[in-house]
Nanobody, 122 residues
């Protein structure tokens, strides 16, 4: 599965961005998809995941209520809507996929896209 993330950019605190993750796999609905992020000097951290069907999601506490993940399997795409952005959200955001849903560690995901930079200014 090849993944490509896009949609990052520079935004002021309180603003919004929508990230997209497009997959090459026609059976993309068989894969759970997650977003991770990595800030400079920090480890890659889990942000959110969504099941292949899109019916189940799980958010990190730090983004709950501000970020929303969704997917359109007809377009092989997962979206991350990010609202009320904070400077602490500044990081490179990566999408990842796995046949299993209940995974939260980067090492557990086999497929990764290149990251997209999100910068939130104060």
């Amino acid at each position: 599965v090849q993944l490509q993330a896009s949609g990052g950019g520079l935004v002021q605190a309180g603003g919004s961005l929508r990230l997209s993750c497009i997959a090459s796999e026609r059976t993309f609905s068989s894969y759970a998809t997650a977003w991770f992020r990595q800030a400079p000097g920090k480890e890659r951290e889990f942000v959110v995941r969504i099941s292949g069907s899109g019916l189940t999601t799980y958010y990190a506490d730090s983004v709950k209520g501000r970020f929303t993940i969704s997917r359109d399997n007809a377009k092989n795409t997962v979206y991350l809507q990010m609202n009320s952005l904070e400077p602490e959200d500044t990081a490179v955001y990566y999408c990842a996929a796995s046949p299993r849903y209940d995974l939260g560690r980067p090492a557990e995901y086999s497929y990764w896209g290149r990251g997209t930079q999100v910068t939130v200014s104060s």
